[in-house]
């Protein structure tokens, strides 16, 4: 029997993960829920995820992990991880680990593992430049450049959030202004209509609500149209500046809100001149392109394999792309 590869997608709710074949096939696949006492609590439980999975069935060859934040030029040690509980700056998350399941994993940012899978599985495959962009709580990118993921030794490369939408715009996250991220991430755009006077609950339907709300209600509707209006005007900057010619746009609130990806499409082709025919595709692989890219990159980082590889990972900060 052929050995397989687990991709583990982390997240602030649960931690999900694909036991991916060496040809690309998904074996298996879960979630559990990702702890909220700490980045030692958090960082356990995929160890014991891992140890349970090695333990059952065929062999294990490698192991991937997609974070929702930033890595050491040497893809070892977290630099920044905002959304999940726990104090992880300086943690050297990979050598834990490899103490604790006796294997060496291979880490990358949570929006790269989301290209690196629809790029090779999904619905970018066979594309040679594309833009990637997932909207959830907040924006995330990455860009592919003949074919391969543009790395950067900082990795914050393809960060599509944090291009400027608006000159002096609102205060985001990341401590600049007028961010797409602060106009268009679902966390910020609820947050808008709220201190609008929009009653709106949190939870997990609070977007489509909103979405109703603004059938009636102008306040609601401008919220909405500015979140539009700015993911757009981030994502037909990148492809000027890049020449991308596919938008591969997923997560939770683009699922939940296509008004991102039309507006997109309304932005590119009025550009059409400058930037010629762009592409703007729905993600085919859903909530599990994270976990299956990190499979892919697990797989991909591993020399003794016989698979033909579009993709590897660096693990050194001289490497500029996923080759």
Request: with cysteine; glycine share 14%; aromatic share 4%.
């Amino acid at each position: 029997m052929s050995g397989s590869w687990l991709g583990i997608d982390l997240g602030g709710t649960y931690i999900k993960w694909e036991l991916l074949s060496d040809d690309g096939r998904s074996i298996a696949s879960g979630k559990v829920r990702t702890p909220t006492t700490g980045h030692l609590a958090v960082t356990e439980a995929i160890a014991a995820l891992c140890q349970e999975r090695m333990a059952g069935g065929g062999p294990v060859e490698g192991v991937g992990i997609a974070v929702p934040g930033h890595l050491s030029p040497e893809r070892d040690t977290i630099t920044l991880l905002p959304n999940v509980s726990g104090e992880w700056s300086g943690f050297a998350v990979r050598a834990y680990l490899a103490n604790r399941i006796d294997s060496t994993p291979v880490l990358l940012n949570d929006a790269r593992a989301f290209a690196v899978a629809e790029l090779e599985l999904g619905a970018a495959h066979g594309r040679s430049d594309v833009l990637f962009a997932t909207i959830g709580t907040g924006i995330g990118g990455a860009v592919v450049v003949g074919g391969k993921v543009v790395s950067s030794g900082r990795d914050n490369f393809g960060e599509v959030g944090h291009l400027t939408a608006v000159i002096d715009g609102e205060r985001c996250g990341c401590g600049s202004a007028g961010c797409v991220e602060a106009y268009a991430g679902g966390a910020y755009v609820l947050a808008r209509a709220q201190l609008r006077g929009v009653t709106v609950v949190d939870g997990p339907d609070a977007l489509p609500l909103l979405a109703r709300e603004a059938e009636h209600n102008p306040v609601a509707e401008r919220v909405l149209e500015q979140a539009y209006d700015a993911f757009a005007v981030g994502i037909s900057s990148v492809c000027a500046y890049t020449g991308a010619r596919t938008v591969v746009v997923g997560g939770a609130v683009a699922d939940e809100l296509d008004g991102y990806r039309q507006r997109c499409r309304d932005r590119l082709a009025d550009r059409r001149l400058l930037l010629g025919e762009v592409e703007v595709l729905a993600s085919s692989l859903g909530s599990r392109a994270g976990a299956l890219g990190a499979a892919l990159a697990a797989r991909s980082s591993h020399s003794g394999s016989s698979h033909s590889r579009s993709i590897t990972f660096p693990l050194s900060q001289g490497t500029g792309v996923l080759t």
